[in-house]
């Protein structure tokens, strides 16, 4: 998580929102192509989440709020990041 895993948010113009806008907290983690059994094992381990290639790389992404909230947030709870990143996920 600490190299190459991350939690963003995502704001893009959208005509079905009251304000014009969709807000999106999304968590990924991207590795080399090698290991794209690892990242698909996590949407078993998590019961959550998809994966798609990006260009020599796959990225494990979750997207559902519902799913960040009760399965991401709280394995990084019990499990905290290492590093730098630790800071980030606590803000």
């Known amino acids: 998580m600490s190299?190459?895993?991350?939690?963003?948010?995502k704001i893009?113009?959208?005509s079905s929102c009251?304000?014009?806008f969709n807000v999106q907290l999304i968590?990924?983690?991207t590795q080399h192509n090698k290991d794209e059994?690892?990242?698909?094992s996590l949407i078993e381990f998590?019961?959550?989440?998809n994966v798609f290639k990006n260009g020599d790389?796959?990225?494990f992404k979750v997207t559902k709020f519902s799913e960040l909230d009760e399965k991401i947030v709280p394995f990084f709870k019990d499990y905290p990041i290492l590093g730098a990143k630790s800071k980030d996920f606590y803000d």
Request: proline share 0%; with cysteine; net charge positive.
């Open 57 to 59: 790389s796959y990225v």
């Open 3 to 9: 190299g190459e895993g991350c939690f963003y948010i």
């Open 27 to 29: 968590f990924q983690l």
């Open 18 to 20: 009251k304000q014009g």
């Open 37 to 40: 059994l690892l990242l698909r």
């Open 46 to 49: 998590f019961n959550s989440g």
């Open 12 to 14: 893009s113009k959208s």
